[in-house]
């Protein structure tokens, strides 16, 4: 419950910035590359405060660093929504990525190690769930934001939003403790890069850069197409987002069962080859827009669900000796390069319409981590042990 609480504000946080960005571009007389350079400075610092969180929790505990994740990028959220200028607010964002990346790091070794062998998939997919529940609560908040206040400053209302999260930190250190499975380690990162695990560090990394990459390339962009190629009115356009909310949502839970019936590689290749193919069908071959709210679920249905087995699988690919650094590593190693996915989109849309920049880096992507998990081990029913 906590766990799941906490990746639900993180998503919450998230989609924040993805509303706030058409008003921001106006706001500061921004071009889309130095927009989505926004978002890839944010999922770039995740990389290192993934990296970070994960180490620190297999020497401090996954309860301690969970709490100090969530409490930093609420924070610089909200400091987000003062910025003055285009430098403060890249600084803001920035250091809130740190935290951005160390929640889920610490957040999915937590739940992993407390799920039995054979339900773990589904546990996480639940987990995973929750993080539509935060973008459901964000676009929201758009709406009611947006129209109320006025693009700006309507932005900066949604930012000062981000400080709720903070306040599930008094449920997590009341109800989390953690999981008789964790031992305290030392500084584990190196151990990643053994000569005997270290092709799975990379393979796992690839995966997550794949699957990351294609997802931020389409949900960063998501809105900004609905409004300029589609001509959908912003606030309407959060009308459309619901009907992408509800198959993301479904996506993770069923694919989480998935996970633990067809396992873990299978699901993966799976979900990526049909997002490949779902993505430019949504974008381009869905002509009328009552025909967005079909394909919509499609979408997010299967772009959503592919990240449910990142939980379980990089778990279970590690032992408890370097699992915090490992999965902090792979993960947000993965969503850091996945942060540049948003700024070519940018510097793609000046040449061509936003959904062809779209597709392009979001088909490259999902053949990527179908490449990916091929060099990787099957690990369904795998017990973790201390």
Not at 76 to 89: C, V
Not at 125 to 152: H, T
Not at 236 to 251: C, D, E, K, P, V
Request: charged letters at 10%; hydrophobic letters at 50%; aromatic letters at 16%.
């Amino acid at each position: 419950m906590a766990t799941a609480l906490g990746w639900g504000l993180d998503g919450f946080d998230f989609y924040l910035y993805v509303y706030a960005l058409p008003a921001i571009l106006t706001t500061f007389a921004l071009s889309k590359a130095a927009g989505g350079l926004l978002a890839t400075y944010t999922l770039a610092a995740s990389a290192i405060g993934g990296i970070a969180a994960g180490t620190i929790a297999d020497r401090m505990g996954r309860r301690t660093m969970l709490m100090l994740s969530i409490a930093w990028y609420a924070f610089f959220t909200m400091l987000s929504g003062l910025a003055q200028n285009y430098t403060q607010l890249a600084l803001f964002r920035g250091l809130e990525g740190l935290g951005f990346g160390g929640e889920w790091a610490v957040g999915s070794v937590l739940i992993s190690e407390w799920a039995g062998a054979s339900t773990r998939g589904r546990t996480l997919g639940f987990m995973q769930g929750a993080w539509a529940v935060g973008w459901l609560a964000a676009n929201l908040a758009f709406q009611i934001v947006m129209a109320s206040a006025g693009p700006d400053p309507g932005w900066r209302y949604l930012f000062f939003l981000g400080i709720l999260p903070a306040f599930s930190i008094l449920y997590i250190r009341r109800n989390v403790s953690d999981p008789p499975t964790f031992a305290r380690q030392g500084f584990t990162l190196p151990r990643i890069f053994a000569p005997a695990i270290v092709r799975t560090t990379i393979a796992a990394s690839l995966l997550a850069i794949g699957v990351q990459t294609g997802y931020y390339a389409l949900f960063t962009w998501m809105p900004a197409y609905l409004t300029s190629q589609r001509h959908i009115p912003p606030v309407t356009s959060g009308n459309y987002l619901y009907f992408l909310i509800a198959g993301s949502f479904a996506g993770y839970i069923s694919a989480g069962y998935i996970n633990d019936v067809l396992g873990r590689r299978r699901t993966f290749v799976l979900f990526s080859i049909c997002s490949a193919i779902v993505v430019p069908l949504y974008l381009y071959l869905v002509a009328a827009d009552w025909q967005l709210l079909v394909a919509g679920p499609v979408l997010g249905f299967f772009a959503s669900g592919t990240f449910s087995g990142f939980g379980p699988y990089l778990s279970e690919l590690f032992p408890s000796t370097m699992r915090g650094a490992a999965q902090g590593f792979c993960y947000n190693v993965g969503r850091g390069i996945a942060g540049f996915g948003p700024f070519i989109v940018g510097a793609l849309a000046a040449r061509y319409p936003i959904g062809t920049a779209m597709t392009a880096v979001a088909i490259f992507a999902y053949m990527l981590a179908v490449l990916a998990v091929l060099f990787l081990p099957e690990t369904r029913g795998k017990e973790l042990t201390v």
